[in-house]
Structures are given as C-alpha cells and as structure tokens.
C-alpha cells in the first residue's frame, strides 16, 4: 500500500515539476522552503530535553495553536517544542507568533520516506502533534518507526473528507493504526474517524482550539496603528470582506456599489482581506477598475489613507487586529463551493458576521452561531442574485445599529461558552508527553 501511495504521490510532483520549477525561477509560494522540504533543515543541536513536534499547515492552523503551544510551555517546561508548517504564509506567521516559544519553525517535508526520516533524525522527536487531521502516510508510518508517539490535535473530519476516506478505508485504517490519540473537536468528527477505523480508546473530545482566540497586547497595538493610519470612525461604518476567494471579491465590489448608490448619511468603507497572497495583485487590478478611491496597507502612508473608500489589506497576519475596527466582517470561502473560512476571529472581537451558504469547513460551528442568533448566513444563491442578496445584508445591519451589536454580543456569547479546548488538550496530551508524570 505504502509503495503505491509513494509512486502516486511522486507521479502527482514530477506533474507539478514545471509549477515547482516556475517558482524557484520567481520566487513563487511553491518554491519556499523547497530544501528543507527535502531534508535540508536548519541547524538544530539536540540535547536531553525530549522534543515536541507540532505541525501547522498554514495561517488558519498556526492561529489556532496559539492557546495550545502556551499550555505546552506552561506545562511541559523541560521539553523543546518544534514547530512546521506547509505554506509560506504559515511559515512567516509561525516565525513571528511562535518566536519566542518555539526551539525551531521549519517546512513540513515531502512525504517521501528519505525526506520524512531525515527530518525525524534531525529533530528526534518523542511526540509528534499534528493539526487538524493532517493524515500523511509516510509520516506517519516512519515516524511510528523512530518510536514518536503520534497524535491528532484540534482534529476535524467533515462528510466530504470521511467520504473521499472511505473510498480507501483498509488502507487508512492501517495508517490510522499509527496514531496514538486523535483529540477531535466534535462527536461527530471522532464518530467519522472511528467509522474509518481508529480505535475508539485512543479517540477523544477535546473541543475546537478556535474558540479559545485570546487578543494579545500586540495585536491591539496594531489595531490602534490601523485605526489611526486609515481614520476609521464610526462615521464611515467599516466593512470587513475577510479570506476572500476568487470571484468574491468582485461580487462585493458590486454589492459595495450598489449600497453607494442607495445614498445614506453615513456611507460606509470597505477593506478587503484576499485569502491567498499571491492574489493580491489580482484583486489591486480588481478594486483600482471599480472607480472607487482605494489604498493598499503594504504601500507607504498618504493623506489619502483616511478617506479613501477602499482598503486592501494585502498584508499577512493583520486581519485579527483589523476585525475589532469592522462594524460588519464578511467571511469569504462560503458563496464558493470551498466551504468557508473562520467566523472565530471575528466573533472573538464581537463583531456582526455575514457567511454565505457554504460553510462545510466549520458546519457545526455555523449551526451553533445561526442557533444562537449570532451570524447571519444568507440562503443558496447564484451569479444572478448574489450581489442583490450581498447588498440587502450589508444595508439591514448598518441601517439597524441594534441587530447589529446583537448579532456581535451574541457571537462573543458563543466565543466565551464554548472556551476550555486547550485545557482539556493539554490534560490528554499529558499521558502521552509525559506518562507517569504530574506535569
């Protein structure tokens, strides 16, 4: 099985090669870290503290490790903590939240068995933790082999991801058979994982780490940096478009239009907040082509930054400290079949949120906000009507100040009840880190 996967799995990288090898020419997101992907890390001296490996594919799970790497720390003071990520977006966040917690931030590498175990050599880790179900067999396997004990953290399994599983179950319930714990978010997600084969002692609940979004000193240090640079005030009410995917930026564009259109005393402004980086040009052409007057966070101050009526916050890692700011947040990845991007952010900081209807990615998440009267999520929709339904959204809540601080009150509501992940993660993570022990 094993053998196979590795032949399909190089098959798939010779056809990326020409991609990979664009990249390396210009400096593209494929190309970052290509070496330490194949094993050429950066220098590590192992000593007798055991070390902890922690695996972050990008932005969304680097964020979301925060609370869970200071329960490391705080707890398992006498290990080392190594952490890695996929992209190069997690590995710039990664290297600036994780500075001063973490021994070494690295590429996750290629999932072939000499590029695996160089890494495993080289960071010799006792216990490896990785985020969100990130199931990569040769990993796994060899890792089981250099005797780490291997564990799942904040680990969700949607229907679509159990479905495309299932299609291969004797092959993962092999892999599966390597982990020694699986700390899944909801019943349903360690329902799903059992179903493919985990034993149900080594699955547990522990919660979503989301929920435990903690604002730090610097990143109200930042907010206040934006606040002042682009004048936000509540005059000219902010709309957040936050991960937005292609074409969605161009459907609130036209959204953001027609609410100009309809007047108002107080119009508002827009930020958009593209998901991926390596669009940022893309959606620059877009806004500059919409006839509003725009400005871009990467460029240098001007006058214009306080009354331009477009931001593009074409920076990485800011979007948390620009949410307190927004008196609506859009979260983009839902009027897309992609499945949505985080709502936590930006109820964490209480803010109204709109999604569109597809939100597979955080479905139990959506389910709970949209029980508990703290998101609106608009119905299914098509190019025809989604500008119209995006227009009529934003203008209820910035004509209605009272739904729209409800709305931010009760998504915070939602934050705060659901707390404790962490905690509970780091008490099952304990047996495995350090059996035995009281740490």
């Given at each position: 099985m094993f053998a196979i996967y590795s032949l399909i799995y190089t098959l798939g990288f010779l056809l990326l090669s020409p991609r990979f090898l664009y990249d390396l020419v210009t400096g593209g997101k494929y190309a970052s870290g290509f070496g330490q992907r194949l094993g050429r890390l950066p220098e590590f001296k192992l000593n007798v503290r055991p070390v902890l490996w922690l695996h972050c594919v990008s932005v969304g799970e680097a964020n979301a490790a925060r609370p869970l790497v200071d329960g490391i720390k705080e707890n398992f003071p006498n290990h080392r903590l190594v952490i890695s990520t996929t992209t190069k977006t997690g590995?710039?966040?990664?290297?600036?939240?994780?500075?001063?917690?973490?021994?070494?931030?690295?590429?996750?590498?290629?999932?072939?068995?000499?590029?695996?175990?160089?890494?495993?050599?080289?960071?010799?880790?006792?216990?490896?933790?990785?985020m969100e179900t990130e199931i990569w067999p040769n990993f796994i396997r060899e890792a089981n082999h250099a005797k780490a004990r291997i564990c799942i953290v904040n680990g969700r399994l949607s229907e679509r991801s159990y479905t495309r599983y299932a299609r291969f179950k004797k092959s993962i319930r092999r892999i599966l058979g390597y982990l020694d714990l699986a700390l899944m978010q909801t019943n349903a997600d360690a329902k799903r994982l059992m179903e493919l084969g985990?034993?149900?002692?080594?699955?547990?609940?522990?919660?979503?780490?989301?929920?435990?979004?903690?604002?730090?000193a610097s990143e109200n240090d930042l907010t206040d940096e934006l606040r002042v640079r682009?004048?936000?005030?509540?005059?000219?009410?902010?709309?957040?478009?936050?991960?937005?995917?292609?074409?969605?930026?161009?459907?609130?564009?036209?959204?953001?239009?027609?609410?100009?259109?309809?007047?108002g005393e107080h119009l508002p402004r827009l930020m958009i907040a593209p998901r991926h980086p390596e669009r940022f040009a893309e959606v620059k052409d877009l806004i500059k082509s919409s006839g509003f007057d725009f400005v871009c966070r990467g460029e240098s101050a001007s006058s214009r930054d306080k009354t331009?009526?477009?931001?593009?916050?074409?920076?990485?890692?800011e979007l948390r400290s620009a949410y307190p700011l927004a008196e609506i947040v859009f979260v983009g990845g839902s009027l897309i079949p992609h499945g949505g991007q985080s709502i936590f952010e930006p109820a964490a900081s209480g803010r109204a949120?709109?999604?569109?209807?597809?939100?597979?990615?955080?479905?139990?998440?959506?389910?709970?906000?949209?029980?508990?009267?703290?998101?609106?999520?608009?119905?299914?929709?098509?190019?025809?009507?989604?500008?119209?339904?995006?227009?009529?959204?934003f203008r209820e809540l910035l004509r209605y100040d009272k739904r729209r601080q409800t709305l931010g009150k009760n998504a915070l509501a939602v934050m705060n009840n659901n707390r404790g992940a962490a905690g509970r993660m780091i008490e099952y993570?304990?047996?495995?880190?350090?059996?035995?022990?009281?740490?």
């Open positions: 590995q710039k966040l990664a290297k600036d939240i994780f500075a001063k917690t973490a021994d070494a931030v690295f590429y996750f590498p290629f999932d072939w068995r000499f590029s695996v175990r160089r890494a495993l050599k080289h960071y010799r880790p006792s216990v490896v933790m990785l985990l034993r149900a002692s080594k699955v547990r609940v522990s919660g979503n780490l989301k929920f435990d979004h903690n604002v730090e682009f004048g936000i005030t509540a005059d000219a009410p902010l709309i957040i478009a936050a991960s937005t995917h292609d074409p969605e930026e161009k459907w609130i564009l036209d959204a953001f239009k027609e609410i100009w259109k309809s007047g331009a009526e477009i931001i593009l916050l074409d920076s990485i890692g949120i709109i999604t569109g209807p597809n939100t597979a990615n955080f479905a139990d998440a959506v389910t709970e906000f949209v029980s508990k009267d703290a998101l609106v999520q608009l119905e299914s929709t098509n190019e025809t009507n989604v500008v119209a339904k995006l227009a009529d959204a993570l304990a047996h495995v880190i350090a059996p035995g022990s009281n740490s």
